[in-house]
Each structure stands twice: as structure tokens, then as C-alpha cells.
């Protein structure tokens, strides 16, 4: 990943029906990329504790949730972004009343040609935490190494509108 990149034209599937096709939008965009978001009553993937950076999507997607007005208001839209399918998505935009679309690459046609970190465990291959900040389909900026997933929005929102 990197600054400059123009991102490929695909349509990935989003919780709010349809697809979307990132690399057509005219506005400026945050793309957070996340590993995977669990479920009660539903077990972590093997050995998901001892991964550095896997825990956390649910507050960091509960961050961008809270400060999705702000962003929105800088003329900035927020997508999120993972492997996991649709309907695991879905599920989890109703229970945390997202405002945005989650964007399902589960067939793998974006986060390679981004070049996205990733890691795997399991026998599954999972996206690092990143965020990037896309302008006219292009990557404008990357914030990775997300060290705070919880305040990580906040951070966004203090580096982009001061």
C-alpha cells in the first residue's frame, strides 16, 4: 500500500445492498481495512489471542460509528473493508447501528492489488488493520500500524480536519 496507488475498478458487495466500485468515487473516502469482527456466543479464530493487532475491529468500527458525522460533514465518506462475507458483515452493521457500508473482499479482488498487509491463522488469510484515505480513486494517504483501534476515528479525525 501505498500513496499515489489508483485503486483498481471492482465492485465489492456492501451491507447496504448493491456493490460498490471505490475506484469511481468522487469524493474523498477513509477505506478501513480490518481483520475480522467476531459474534457472541462465537469463538475467536486459533490462536487470535496471540496475534499482535488481531483484537479490536468492533471498537475501531464503533469509533468511525461516533464520529461519522464529522467526517461526513468534512465531505469525507467511511467504508469498511475485510474478508469476511456479506452476511457476517450485515449482522454486524445492524448490531452496532453503523451509518456506513462494510465492503466484503472475500473473493479477493481489491486488498492484493493494494498490496495489504495481512496475517493468517487457521488456514485463513486475514487483513491488517490500515486505513487509507482515498481521493478521486486514488490513495492520497496510509495510516497503518494502528496501535489504538478504539481511537483510532479520533486520531483520523485530529490529523485530517486539526
Not at 80 to 101: K, V
Amino acid at each position: 500500500m501505498r500513496e499515489g496507488l489508483r485503486l483498481p475498478s471492482v465492485e465489492l458487495p456492501a451491507t447496504t445492498g448493491g456493490s460498490i466500485d471505490l475506484s469511481t468515487l468522487e469524493e474523498r473516502a477513509l477505506l478501513v481495512l480490518y481483520p475480522w469482527t467476531g459474534r457472541p456466543g462465537t469463538p475467536n479464530p486459533p490462536r487470535w489471542d496471540d496475534i499482535p493487532g488481531a483484537h479490536g475491529s468492533t471498537p475501531e468500527l464503533e469509533g468511525f460509528r461516533d464520529s461519522a458525522e464529522r467526517f461526513e460533514n468534512a465531505g469525507i465518506a467511511i467504508f469498511g473493508l475485510s474478508r469476511q462475507d456479506t452476511a457476517w458483515q450485515r449482522e454486524l452493521a445492524e448490531r452496532l447501528s453503523l451509518s456506513f457500508p462494510l465492503l466484503s473482499d472475500v473473493d479477493d479482488k481489491l486488498w492484493p492489488a493494494l498490496g495489504a498487509p495481512t496475517f493468517e491463522t487457521g488456514g485463513e488469510i486475514y487483513l491488517k488493520r490500515a486505513t487509507l484515505l482515498v481521493e478521486n480513486g486514488q490513495v492520497a494517504a496510509v495510516f497503518a500500524d494502528i496501535a489504538d483501534p478504539a481511537g483510532h476515528a479520533t486520531d483520523l479525525l485530529q490529523r485530517l480536519l486539526g
